[in-house]
């Protein structure tokens, strides 16, 4: 622990989020490259690196989004592999953990358990997985059972799951069998046990292909809100990856899934949160408020506006005006005209909040979709984005943030250049890894207490 005017002070955890397919990601900005050249990866990864972030983060896509029975425009640039990328990326980077969001809906235990445990060892001991779930059938549509998952079952899969993959990783008895190995004894097979379990998603009898990686296991980050996500993640992750948008909002989540932590026998430290959030950098505040309404305005067109609207009206609405007043009439409540992404559950309500707020502050379309959908960002000079970041931290809202840049894949030099050094100036922020593995760079315990 860091101390600081006599205080002690929490370390802050730093991410980063390849901007690939989001809502976040400027394509029409002239310095925007691609986001499948394996360029642009390693760009941002060594940026990360050498503004000694913890690790790296790539999310996943398993079939393009559409919207109105057409690929959503920005789906159409391609969704590479998250684990070539990162196997890729283990040979061009030395410290930064690579942490990969892999569904438990659409795969299988022991083929992630391996992946995972292959990118632990080629990464020597820098794996993360982002567990996420899905009860979507227009996703499932590209594989062989299809979406048959019931909403109210993914996350009882997603534990099954979680428990089978784990018994793969603890089959083998990695410290005597590589000692053998390494004495050019022979390797006692006893030392490699095979993997027997039954339960209604996963019938599984075999043996792990390989021994767990450096870490013991991977690190486990869970990413949802929902009160679901929250009771999984707070018994089995080690990090979440969240969504919140103020301080206070911050300190609620904090306090309820480190609550729920302790609720399961854990230590609340040894659980990390993480939420996502944008910034802009200018040299005088005023300067960074001007380019964060210029990019606010790149990213939502007119045209997304209405695209937008049209998911939580479940209707066309090409003849709106993006510069013009909400519709009248309620959404349709059953309606597929968005797939692939999660509709509002009660879009009726949501058109009632959205219609108040835009009503109090005199809010065109475009006006209120950019306001609706804004994450929680920073904006302002170095010293200002330095100080808020450090505020959030030290109030117990978070332990780190994932930054999601609009730009790829530059959009987070400038922050390394300019906002690092001034973290690490208030003394929360490390000047060096301390350690090789990702495990170390979180602060995490070699065997970390899951229930």
């Known amino acids: 622990m860091n101390i600081r005017n006599g205080k002690h ?9 390849f901007p690939g397919v989001n809502n976040t990601t400027v394509w029409t900005d002239p310095t925007a490259g691609s986001q499948i050249e394996f360029e642009s990866f390693v760009h941002l990864a060594r940026t990360a690196e050498r503004g000694l972030f913890d690790f790296f983060f790539l999310a996943e896509g398993l079939r ?28 061009v980077t030395d410290r930064i953990g690579l942490t990969g969001t892999i569904n438990t809906t659409f795969n299988e235990p022991f083929e992630v358990a391996r992946q995972f445990a292959t990118l632990d060892h080629l990464s020597e001991g820098r794996a993360g997985w982002n567990i996420v779930t899905s009860s979507d059938a227009f996703t499932g ?11 109210a079952d993914r996350y009882r899969r997603a534990e099954e799951f979680l428990t089978v993959a784990r018994l793969f990783w603890d089959s083998w008895d990695a410290e005597a069998v590589l000692a053998d190995v390494e004495s050019g004894t022979y390797v006692d097979p006893s030392g490699i046990h095979a993997v027997e379990h039954q339960g209604p998603e996963f019938d599984v009898r075999g043996f792990p292909t390989l021994p767990v990686g450096k870490q013991g296991h991977p690190i486990l980050l869970q990413a ?47 659980l990390k949160v993480f939420p996502a959030a944008t910034f802009v950098l200018g040299d005088s505040d005023a300067e960074a408020q001007d380019k964060a309404r210029h990019v606010r305005y790149q990213q939502v067109s007119g045209a997304t506006a209405i695209a937008m609207l049209e998911q939580v009206w479940g209707r066309e609405l090409s003849d709106f005006d993006p510069d013009g007043p909400l519709p009248e009439f309620d959404p349709v409540v059953d309606s597929d005209i968005t797939q692939g992404r999660v509709r509002h559950v009660d879009p009726v309500a949501v058109a009632g909040k959205w219609r108040e707020r835009a009503e109090a502050e005199k809010l065109s379309i475009r006006e209120l979709i950019i306001a609706v959908t804004t994450r929680e960002q920073f904006v302002g000079t170095a010293a200002r984005i330095a100080d808020e970041i450090d505020t959030y931290i030290q109030a117990d809202a978070c332990d780190g943030f994932i930054l999601v840049p609009h730009l ?27 350690g090789k593995t990702l495990r170390d760079h979180l602060g995490l315990s070699e065997f970390a207490a899951h229930t």
């Open 408 to 434: 790829t894949p530059h959009g987070l030099d400038e922050f390394v250049d300019r906002v690092v050094p001034l973290l690490q100036e208030r003394g929360a922020f490390r000047t060096e890894y301390s």
């Open 9 to 17: 002070r929490k370390p802050i955890h730093l991410a980063a989020h």
């Open 64 to 91: 393009l989004r559409e919207h109105r029975g057409r690929i959503y425009d920005l789906d159409v640039v391609g969704r590479p592999d998250t684990f070539a990328v990162l196997a890729a990326l283990a040979g």
């Open 141 to 151: 549509a590209n594989f062989r059972r299809g979406g048959f998952l019931k909403r």
């Open 224 to 270: 949802g809100d929902s009160d679901e996500g929250r009771a999984f993640g707070s018994r089995y992750a080690d990090a979440f990856f969240t969504l919140h948008g103020s301080l206070q909002d911050g300190q609620r989540y904090y306090a309820d899934v480190k609550g729920r932590a302790a609720a399961w026998g854990r230590d609340p430290n040894q």
